[in-house]
């Protein structure tokens, strides 16, 4: 067995024509790699230089950053407390995930459980379709649609946390989907006959067995959505009403750390104070993110188990 | 089999792309007076008029007038290569201090911004806009107090009625801190009085929508908006909120729009400062796209405020 490997092993090194070409592929894919790596390290090492230029500085303090609600950047002694934005990065996300989540999880349960021939057929290209879809087309819509019917159906002037919540769980509900389908597949179908032979019904096997099964790469699934939620700028600042208030309430205006970087980004001269705290918010999106994918990390890490 | 399908399908694919290409293309020739390729071709023969590349960014409400002007100045001058970029006034602004591009459009004044040395940069007053408070079409209301302005924008009068109009909640439409409109607004308009929180948006169409559709509302939008009835202009004490009134000085909410070059301009920068200056421009397209001739302003104002009779 040995001799023979060797003696496989040679012969193709021998020719060099095929050893060059190994070489290539391997010089090819590694730099593809490279690229790759540096690309997020240098985002990485330039937003965090750029994002605790506003505290070294010392126009504001990280603590007063993190949580004062007061944000005044044009006014004659500017305060630049970001919670508001934090909070409401955070409450649009968690909200959105709680809509987006039950309602992906049953769709890719309606599509490998029940109704695997037709249902797979009917649903995928919708959520491909979904996916398709532009954000300013998104948002686009909410804003004509989504505002007006708020308006209308429970008051106020429409801008609010539930607009943007609607439109965030729309965008959201194809990346959950097609995890959670991919999860839900990947079960082994020994599980299923094993729960059948017991006597088990179809949604006693569906609830009892193949769900917490899958528990932990449906999780993942909720929270690539929510990573992807916490991220979208142009869609929600459309029809959040971006006021930098702490909303009381879910009919409320609110305001998101993208919305706030997107509005006033342009308006802001390169190292100015205002400018400066923009980038701030960018490094706590990307620190938030990172947090994301740490839990998911440990939910893929059990699950290997 | 698989090979020449997918041969097929990236042949189809440029295919697209060059036919899309080619529409641009056409339009763009047919859109400038002069056919491009035309021009192309004389200036392969001789070189006359201006040559050489223009970077220009700033302000995103600018960029419409300046990528026309580029576009006329373009078919007469040939070998200029114009670039007009938006990015907001405060990217070009910093942008041209840093020297990265030859003009830097703004709609407020450099002094205004932090961060921006306003003394190495030369202001070039190019157009002027009026901005005018604007509501919703049924509240009932033609004509406002500049103290019942105040007191609507921060939040003391709460109703239409108050004010003689509709029975109808005020919703207050705002723009970001950092942007010029809203800048110009509080200045001239509230007396530098910090507005209320409301609903905000940047884009002047985005707040014009909302503004026609949200029973109530009220924000501030430039002249250049107001070109149909979603919306109705509010006069202020009485004035009229139009292109006669700004240029006489009666009407108090305006802004320039400032072109700035680091230095003196020269070549070809100096060139297109002049063409944007001169009466083809000022007279035609600026009046075209809802701007107020600078030059024909009969009063001017300091990076202070300070209003003065034009000598």
Request: glycine share 10%; charged share 20%; proline share 4%.
């Amino acid at each position: 067995m040995q001799a023979a490997e060797t003696t496989a092993r040679t012969r193709l090194l021998r020719k060099s024509k095929k050893w060059n070409s190994e070489f290539r592929g391997k010089l090819i894919v590694m730099s593809a790699a490279l690229v790759i790596i540096l690309s997020t390290l240098s985002i990485t090492i330039f937003l965090t230089v750029k994002g605790i230029q506003s505290f070294i500085t010392g126009d504001v303090g990280i603590i007063e950053f993190l949580t004062s609600t007061n944000w005044n950047p044009t006014a004659e002694n500017p305060q630049f407390g970001a919670f508001s934005f934090i909070f409401g990065s955070l409450a649009v996300t968690l909200l959105s995930a709680i809509i987006a989540g039950p309602l992906g999880i049953a769709g890719a349960i309606f599509m490998i459980e029940i109704a695997p021939s037709w249902g797979r057929r009917a649903l995928q290209p919708v959520i491909e379709l979904l996916v398709g879809i532009p954000s300013v087309v998104y948002g686009f819509i909410a804003l004509t649609v989504v505002v007006p019917f708020i308006r209308n159906t429970v008051g106020g002037t429409g801008y609010s946390l539930l607009a943007g919540v609607i439109v965030l769980s729309v965008m959201i509900l194809p990346t959950i989907t097609s995890i959670a389908t991919d999860a839900i597949r990947s079960q082994p179908e020994d599980l299923r006959d094993g729960a059948y032979a017991l006597g088990a019904t179809r949604w006693q096997m569906i609830r009892k067995v193949i769900l917490p099964a899958a528990k932990p790469a449906l999780f993942t699934a909720i929270i690539l959505g929510m990573a992807r939620a916490f991220g979208e700028a142009l869609a929600v600042q459309m029809v959040i009403g971006n006021v930098r208030n702490l909303p009381s309430g879910i009919l409320d205006p609110s305001a998101t750390l993208t919305s706030i970087i997107t509005l006033n980004m342009g308006h802001t001269t390169y190292g100015s104070a205002e400018n400066n705290t923009l980038w701030s918010m960018g490094l706590v999106l990307l620190a938030i993110s990172f947090i994301f994918i740490l839990i998911i990390r440990y939910l893929s890490t059990r699950r290997n188990a | 089999m698989k090979k020449t399908k997918l041969f097929i399908l990236i042949a189809c694919l440029f295919a697209t792309i060059g036919l899309l290409a080619a529409c641009g293309g056409g339009s763009k020739d047919s859109s400038s007076n002069n056919g491009n390729a035309e021009s192309k071709e004389n200036s392969k023969d001789e070189d006359k008029g201006n040559s050489g590349s223009l970077a220009i960014s700033g302000s995103s409400a600018m960029q419409p007038l300046v990528a026309a002007a580029a576009e006329e100045f373009k078919s007469k001058n040939p070998d200029a290569d114009i670039q007009v970029n938006a990015g907001g006034s405060g990217t070009g602004l910093s942008e041209v201090s840093e020297g990265t591009v030859d003009i830097g459009n703004s709609d407020v004044f450099a002094e205004e911004k932090d961060g921006i040395p306003a003394d190495k940069l030369t202001d070039h007053k190019v157009a002027v806009v009026g901005m005018a408070p604007v509501v919703h079409p049924e509240a009932g209301v033609e004509d406002i107090k500049k103290e019942d302005l105040k007191k609507v924008f921060t939040g003391k009068i709460k109703n239409w009625k108050e004010l003689g109009g509709k029975d109808q909640k005020i919703v207050l439409v705002n723009r970001p801190d950092s942007s010029g409109t809203r800048a110009t607004f509080v200045k001239y308009g509230l007396d530098n009085e910090t507005p209320a929180e409301g609903v905000t948006e940047d884009s002047s169409n985005t707040v014009k929508k909302i503004i026609s559709e949200t029973e109530g509302a009220i924000g501030y939008l430039a002249f250049s908006y107001l070109t149909d009835d979603t919306v109705k202009a509010l006069s202020v004490d009485g004035v009229k909120a139009d292109d006669e009134n700004v240029q006489s000085g009666k009407f108090p909410i305006w802004a320039y729009q400032h072109s700035y070059t680091k230095g003196e301009p020269d070549g070809l920068a100096k060139e297109f400062l002049d063409f944007m200056m001169s009466d083809d421009i000022q007279e035609g397209l600026m009046k075209e796209q809802g701007y107020i001739p600078a030059s024909k302003m009969e009063v001017e104002r300091d990076a202070e405020g300070k209003q003065t009779e034009k000598k």
